[in-house]
């Protein structure tokens, strides 16, 4: 495993080239040790091109030595680690990209009650459950409560799929 420091001004993929071979280069099965960068240029473009030269593991260079820990622990088991400000960054920057389904008719807002709208709202901004829990004075279980009813009512499977599917519908806001 290596950790890698961005350098802003080089491309990402010569960062990763940049890199020693592994020590077993000649053997069959070969490859580059799991990476992990720690990432001072948050740009989609940049994140993109790490993940093309095969890098598994993000962290932004201020981060709590316990994130880079977990991200040590996830990579190693051969798993992704973006933290939620680096996801949220490559999903916003990947949509625009992505074939439009058949036109669906959207989901109605309108089924909600005017809690559900607000949280709703909440979520579309990406908070996670606790922040809602906390702006709307309410505990971290009732919140779920409502998420789950804010799904089933939208006939959506996850979150994602909630505030992807329903961008740019009307009347979201309470």
């Known amino acids: 495993m290596v950790l890698v420091e961005d350098a802003p001004g080089v491309p990402a993929d010569e960062v990763i080239g940049r890199l020693p071979a ?7 099965g070969a490859r580059r040790p799991r990476i992990i960068v720690m990432v001072r240029d948050d740009r989609v473009e940049r994140i993109l091109g790490y993940l093309r030269a095969d890098v598994r593991g993000f962290v932004c260079h201020d981060a709590p030595l316990g994130e880079l820990v977990t991200a040590v622990r996830v990579v190693f088991r051969n798993e992704a680690f973006l933290p939620y400000g680096i996801a949220a960054r490559v999903i916003e920057g990947i949509l625009p990209h992505l074939p439009r389904p058949d036109p669906e008719p959207l989901p109605s807002v309108s089924e909600l009650t005017p809690r559900e709208r607000e949280i709703f709202t909440l979520m579309a901004s ?36 909630a505030v992807v599917r329903t961008r740019g519908v009307p009347c979201v806001s309470a």
Do not use: W, Y
């Open 22 to 28: 592994p020590v077993t280069a000649g053997s069959p």
């Open 126 to 161: 990406g908070i996670s459950n606790a922040e809602i829990a906390d702006v709307c004075s309410l505990s971290q279980k009732t919140v779920k409560f409502h998420v789950s009813n804010i799904l089933r009512k939208l006939g959506m499977k996850n979150r994602i799929q």
